[in-house]
């Protein structure tokens, strides 16, 4: 990959690598690509959830016409597992503030590999957390790393700590909750949501919304229809990791 320099020592051993520092984005994905689980063929076209040939995908999301759903498409940088898995929690629980640096790689040169699902994107943002969230805003991270990789400015990301969404008060957590109790927990994220600067951007907008895993979908789902709401023509969404479903 890098003639005359060492390899890079492969995902999840970033943190030893001779390119975590000064490694791009574009190297940093394609060396992440060699280990993560990629989306496999065929999958849901609207939710990138694994599909047996010939069946339609088991989301109910995906069943919607697009104006009850909210977002168009949802692509994963890959599947939800293994040490992708691992690395996600430690930023996300542990606080360990590097995996973000790597994540924003990640991020990045998933976009400059798909020129035509970023066609037309007016916004890149994150899907907030609480600004009283701890370890880590872990998203808000996230996307203040994938600026900085932004090295040319080929997409339209916000500078750190300009984010266009931002979450005014904290909600209820959804993890082990029941299917209403996180529908609820969806709906109530959504509702604290707030669009900084000027609120003209937004209209006739395509967004590109961006999360670290996607299960069932339905926060997104209400975020999308928030902002849709508000005035963007299209939300697409783009996660670091889709959650198999089994059966």
Known sequence: MTAGLPDPAGFPECPVCAYRVTGTARLCSDCAGRTLQSVADPHCPVCSQVVAPGRPCGNRL??????????????????????????IHKLKYDGAYGWA??????????????P????????????PTHKGRQPIQHIEAIMDAAYAEDMTRAFPLSPPGTHRLVKQADTPRSANRTLDEKRAAAAAHAAALSWTGDTADIKGATILLVDDVFTSGSQLQ????????????????LVLARVPWSG
């Open 101 to 114: 640096m790597i994540f924003g790689r990640l991020l990045v040169g998933w976009m400059e590999s798909h």
């Open 116 to 127: 035509d699902q970023m066609r037309g994107v007016d916004h890149v943002v994150g899907n």
């Open 222 to 237: 209400h975020v999308a229809l928030r902002l849709r709401a508000s005035g963007a023509d299209d939300v697409r969404g």
């Open 62 to 87: 995906c069943a919607l016409p697009e104006s009850k759903r909210g977002f168009s498409r949802v692509d994963a940088v890959a599947v939800y597992s293994g040490a992708l898995r691992d690395k």
